[in-house]
């Protein structure tokens, strides 16, 4: 929202038709985008505070157009996502994190999984289980180095989710509730759903200060998830002031750019370095 002086705020808003317009565009150039090949992963390391090492990177693609410069994924993927591109980019960034976790495998680099993020119409796509199958086998990466990263709402009120959960599962990859917390999360949710992780959405830790519920909230959910045997990784870490406070609610895995942002995989051998240092 723009300030228009005083207290009166005028948020931009573009017109119906502007919308229309900038959607149609850039649904264009994402169509010539998933012809070329013309995204690229970045990777964020998720890390054990108490051991100060990577335990894992987040997959998060990007999209670096020459006319439209780089649009953010929040951006396109739900327009992907309309028009069935979806389907291409997401199989891309899927073979390209596995491919690229088995080649820092086969450099001695790290052995840490990677997480890729999974959009609606790839956990409903009946051959999702056979896709990941194929690009496991393509890449050579073991499936233990593989985690789906899926929201609680795809898996609510679908039928045969919990089938399909345990289909995927039965590679050998895992699972993580992204964004968790701000569904409709429910302890019989967890205790049904065959899953590994849970990661605790942003909001709570920015909210963590100034409202203390966030912090009980936090300290709940990483209470319940280890009376489950669920790994728990909390987003958004950005200061060493949400470490301790998280550190006293009981959270040790976490994610987000006190520890690094998203980064080339050309950066992440320098990174792992210096992990590997502490
Ligand atoms: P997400 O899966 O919840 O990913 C976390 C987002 O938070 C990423 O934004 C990441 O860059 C950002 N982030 C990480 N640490 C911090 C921090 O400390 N502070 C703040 N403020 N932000 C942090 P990004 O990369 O822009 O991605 C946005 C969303 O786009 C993702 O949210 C995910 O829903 C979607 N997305 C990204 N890559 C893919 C993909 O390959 N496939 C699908 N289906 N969705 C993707
Ligand atoms: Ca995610
Ligand atoms: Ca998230
Ligand atoms: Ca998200």
Redesign the pocket.
Known sequence: AKSLGGNRFQPFEPSFQEKIQLRMTIERHLRKAVEREGFS??Y?PQIDTLEGRIVGF?????WNNPELGRV???TF?PIAEETGL?YG??EW?LREGCRQNKKWQDEDLIRVPVA????PS?FYDQKLKERIESVLAETGLDAQYLVL?ITEGMTMHVQGAIAALKDLKALGVSIAI??FGIGYSALSYLKEFPIDKL?ID?SFVRGMKDHPINASIIHSIQSMASCLGLEVIT????TEEQVSMLGELGCRMM????FG??IEAAQVPGLARNYGRT
């Open positions: 992963l970045h964020q987040e997959c998060l693609i990007r953010s994924p929040a993927i979806i980019i997401g960034a890729v993020n999974l959009s790839q990263e992204d964004d990661k942003q987003e958004g870490v950005e994610q987000g750019y006190l942002y998203p």
